[in-house]
């Protein structure tokens, strides 16, 4: 049985859930209205699919007028909102309650302008992550952030949870990449902050609302940064007989002054079950490999890849190998790209997202080994290597409620390990549900009253995103 619990449903809004249905529907005739339960079980989970709850009703509409409208009759009835993108948190972020509607932004899916002189793009939050680097390719352009689940996550979810992906440890996470937002708060008004362009005047309010996970408003349209596609991209595999030695190489590259595109790390568990499944080419027979990339023109690539092979071979690696091809380059990311995709192949898992710094890395895989090893489960490690953020994916069976209860006393034990460790909770995935309960952890009691006391002045009666982020004795904190 799960110890993340869900607040008793609001017996007043069930009984009157006829007539919210029929409001909705005279409201936005437009809008796709989803209350039978067959179909509103669809979105009873998201991609932390252990727990589930069949909302109260679905409503999906295709413009920022149809959202100010539904917020605006939810406001004045005191109804629950969950937003939802493609639904692949993997921390709860958009779990519904049975007494909540789930708003989803899935038919908000147009590119409205790329301009590659203002190095900018216009998009509405349904489109997919990767369907704007399509868009911006033609004119020489791409869109850095670059999270594992780009061909389905949405940019409206990515910027609740500040993803972040391969290629953010010179790039940034999606923060750095946010010039602007059209969001509609509770209440239904329609906000415009920042614009196509660098600097807005006043308080950083993109700061704030990036990461938010759906606490504050709900975002419609982003203006998104664009950067120039660089002349050559190309990565290695550095295999090691150890991760004290592959985080010694990533500490000595940093140190070095070398910023790759992207360090990433697979530990051997990892690494079998991704060959299997994609046959990239990954070394077997070593403990700990790292894929690092670089960008540059042609002779800066090689001058880069040499000064990396050159550091790497302080740490006596039992694999070196620099791609030599496109399709090569190819392979070596769809084995990455792949490697969640590919372990669910063999396993349910519990995935972890905390930070730590670079320089705790081998004691914090070792003391994650051995969280794991006494709760009696199998753990893979694939994640950033270059900027510290952890995803143990922890095996497990999720029908077993005792072992989902397990696995979460686990999960907990390890992300406390990354606090203890001068780390933090999390780096993308943000803190749903999964996490909330966690935040003392991190945050004193004052330091979670303000972030409160800012989710209130947002959100007065608390009816956006419930039960995410906050313990849920919350409010009574502030």
């Not at 519904?96 to 989803?104: E, K, Q, S, T, Y």
């Not at 969280?371 to 694939?382: K, L, Q």
Request: hydrophobic share 45%.
């Amino acid at each position: 049985m799960s110890l993340l619990a869900l607040p008793e449903p609001d017996a007043a809004i069930l009984a009157r859930r006829p007539e919210i249905l029929k409001q909705l529907k005279k409201l936005v005739p437009s809008a796709i209205l989803i209350s039978d339960e067959e179909g509103c079980r669809t979105f009873e989970s998201d991609a932390l699919t252990a727990y589930r709850c069949v909302p109260l009703a679905v409503v999906l509409p295709s413009s920022t007028e149809e959202v100010s409208a539904i917020l605006a009759f939810c406001y004045e009835d005191g109804i629950k909102v969950v937003p939802r993108g493609a639904g692949t948190s993997l921390a709860g972020g958009a779990l519904p309650l049975a007494d909540a509607i789930v708003l989803g932004l899935s038919r908000m899916t147009r590119v409205l302008a790329v301009d590659p002189i203002d190095q900018v793009a216009r998009v509405e939050a349904g489109v997919t992550n990767i369907a704007i680097s399509q868009s911006a390719s033609p004119h020489g352009y791409f869109y850095a952030p670059d999270p594992s689940s780009q061909l389905a996550c949405t940019i409206g979810g990515n910027i609740a949870t500040n993803a972040g992906g391969a290629h953010c440890l010179k790039h940034g996470v999606t923060v750095n990449h946010i010039l602007g937002v059209r969001i509609v708060m509770m209440d239904g008004e329609i906000l415009d902050i920042g614009g196509p362009f660098l600097d807005a005047a006043g308080y950083d309010f993109l700061a704030l609302i990036v990461g938010s996970e759906g606490q504050l408003g709900i975002v419609t349209e982003a203006t998104v940064r664009l950067i120039k596609a660089p002349e050559r991209t190309r990565p290695m595999l550095l295999g090691f007989a150890s991760a004290e030695a592959a985080g010694a190489c990533v500490a000595g590259i940093i140190a070095a002054g070398i910023v790759p595109v992207a360090i990433e790390y697979m530990d051997n568990p990892a690494i079998q079950v991704c060959e299997n499944f994609a046959g990239a080419g990954y070394p077997l027979d070593v403990d700990a490999l790292l894929i690092v990339e670089v960008e540059g023109s042609e002779d800066e690539v090689d001058i880069l890849l040499e000064a990396i092979v050159e550091i790497a071979e302080r740490y006596d690696p039992v694999a070196v190998r620099v791609s030599r091809s496109v399709e090569e380059s190819a392979a070596i990311w769809n084995g990455r790209k792949a490697a969640f995709g590919a372990m669910g192949q063999i396993s349910d898992y519990y995935c972890m997202d905390g930070v730590i710094p670079l320089s705790r890395l081998p004691e914090a895989l070792q003391k994650i080994s051995l969280i794991c090893s006494r709760h009696h489960f199998d753990v893979a490690n694939i994640f950033h290597a270059g900027d510290g953020n952890l995803h143990p994916l922890i095996l497990y069976n999720a029908n077993d409620p005792v072992e989902l209860e397990r696995v979460e006393l686990c999960g907990a034990e390890i992300l406390k390990l990354c606090v203890e460790l001068g780390g933090c909770l999390t780096g993308e995935h943000g803190v749903g549900i999964e996490k909330r309960d966690l935040m003392s952890t991190q945050y004193s009691i004052a330091d979670l009253a303000q972030q409160m006391r800012v989710k209130t002045a947002f959100d007065r009666d608390w009816l956006l995103n419930p039960a995410k982020v906050f313990p849920l004795e919350g409010r009574d904190l502030q």
